[in-house]
């Protein structure tokens, strides 16, 4: 899905979602979010998952799970020590 305002190309999207994990692209790059790390999307619906909304440049939010990530925490897992329960 993608969050946008009229006038900007802000879009988050999660292009795949398989037994694994699912692939989000953000900003034209892709990050892998496996399911032993994040596993609030493991049980998660997909049309859940799917709604995903890029509400600031480095912060995307998941509505229907109350799940929200900031993109630095992809990009940098090593200064974020601590696994998502």
């Known amino acids: 899905m ?3 305002t009229p006038g900007t190309s802000i879009s988050a999207e999660v292009t795949h979602i398989d037994g694994r994990g699912l692939w989000l692209l953000v ?3 892709e990050y892998f979010l496996s399911h ?3 596993p609030w999307f493991r049980e998660a619906r997909i049309h859940s998952i799917l709604n995903v909304q890029l ?3 480095d912060h995307v939010h998941w509505p229907d799970l109350d799940v929200d990530l900031c993109l630095d925490s992809l990009e940098h897992p090593e200064a974020y020590p601590l696994v998502y329960h």
Do not use: A, E, Q, T
Request: cysteine-free; glycine content about 0%; hydrophobic content about 15%.
């Open 36 to 38: 032993d790390d994040f």
């Open 2 to 4: 993608n969050s946008s």
């Open 27 to 29: 900003h034209d790059k």
């Open 55 to 57: 509400v600031s440049p």
